[in-house]
């Protein structure tokens, strides 16, 4: 198969599709990997180290018209999409589910496209989002913590406190990865944290491994309400696999919100659990409204490259792996996990979760399976 890893366009994204030992990897078994020029200058990887692993280094244009498979990191952008041809293959994030415009114009190229955040293994999980939720997860304590002093907007607090000062106060929504990982930075910060989740079994775990470090409660109606009100960090950490986060955080709770908390909403690729979100970017990462700072950078992991280039595509090369050597149609015959992740084949949409969010129909990818 002949395999093109375009450089990311996307406002300060600098991951890229592929290491340089991936592409020697497929090259060794016969595949031929085009890389476009300056690809992985971003995490320090240049043109000739792909060269030397029997990369081909093709102007934009080129990586799209002359590959059979397309792998990036984010979702395509309007001018890339005008390059995908009929009947190739699409391995990305994609986050449809708030974006009807990107989803019809995939639709109307006749792509086939398979989502990293929607391949599902066996038990449940999604492996292709879980190292990038780490990595958000993580940065999210980061963001908040340094939005919060008084020169950057906040109300001016340490996360920590020091003695004699109360520590600042961490509100969590979602016990999944995102929330854990936020979880383990702002307790490591010295913060004083409550998780909320509707997952009693989930809160039951992390009760048991962290005990009275946090304080764990059902996220109800009157709880939250009540948590808004107490908090300087708010962290929304909720998943919908493949469709819109739910708004946790409303309008009117701002009003109630002390002035210069900070809000940092990791759910804004899937549209954002709080209703007041806007999708920001590394430039500008944050807006006030009400006197509650919203970070809602829509590519987080992008301000640490390295970390999350390699964290990406130790998961993902597995599965670019099998769809190189067997075949989209065999590939997704065989593996639960990749069918599960297909949004779009050929001109229609594969994926309950999207259909739902966005009311429209769908087909069952076995339908097209010979």
């Known amino acids: 198969m002949i395999i093109g890893v375009p450089r990311e366009i996307k406002n300060q994204e600098y991951r890229v ?10 090259v060794m078994q016969g595949h031929q990997v085009n890389v476009e020029f300056n690809a992985g200058i971003g995490i320090g990887v240049t043109d000739h180290d792909y060269q030397i692993c029997g990369a081909q280094i093709l102007s934009t244009p080129d990586i799209f018209k002359k590959s059979e498979m397309v792998v990036k990191v ?6 890339e999409i005008a390059m995908l041809s009929p009947g190739q293959i699409l391995f990305t994030y994609l986050h449809l589910a708030p974006d009807v415009e990107q989803t019809n114009l995939l639709i109307t190229s006749g792509v086939t496209a398979i989502a990293y955040e929607t391949v599902k293994s066996g038990n449940g999980g999604l492996p292709l989002l879980k190292p990038m939720s780490e990595v958000a997860g993580r940065l999210s304590i980061q963001a908040g913590a340094y939005h919060l002093e008084k020169t950057h907007g906040g109300s001016g607090t340490l996360l920590s406190g020091i003695p004699g000062v109360k520590a600042t106060q961490v509100l969590i929504l979602g016990a999944g990865i995102v929330g854990t990982n936020a979880m383990q930075m702002a307790i490591g910060m010295g913060a004083r944290v409550t998780i909320v989740d509707k997952n009693i079994d989930r809160l039951r775990e992390i009760d048991q491994i962290y005990g009275n470090r946090i304080q ?25 696999p493949g469709g819109s986060a739910p708004k ?3 309008h009117e709770h701002l009003k109630s919100m002390k002035p210069g908390s900070v809000v940092v909403d990791v ?8 209703e007041t979100s806007q999708p920001t970017s590394h430039d500008q990462p944050c807006f006030e409204v009400d006197g509650v700072i919203h970070y809602c950078v829509a590519n ?3 301000a640490v490259p390295k970390t999350s280039t390699f964290g990406l595509t130790n998961a993902t090369f597995p599965y670019i792996e099998m769809l190189a050597n067997a075949g989209f149609e065999k590939a997704v015959k065989d593996n639960m996990a990749l069918r599960e992740g297909v949004s779009i084949y050929e001109h229609y949409l594969t994926c309950p979760a999207v259909s739902h969010s966005q009311k429209r129909p769908y087909k069952d990818i076995r339908s097209f399976l010979k």
């Open 17 to 26: 599709g592929l290491t340089p030992n991936q592409v020697q990897s497929l």
């Open 74 to 79: 984010k979702e395509p952008q309007h001018n």
């Open 216 to 240: 764990t409660l059902f996220a109800d109606e009157g709880t939250l309400a009540k948590l808004f009100q107490e908090a300087d960090l708010v962290i929304g950490a909720v998943l919908i």
């Open 248 to 250: 946790l955080l409303r």
């Open 267 to 274: 759910a804004i690729d899937q549209g954002g659990c709080f």
């Open 300 to 302: 987080m992991p992008g």
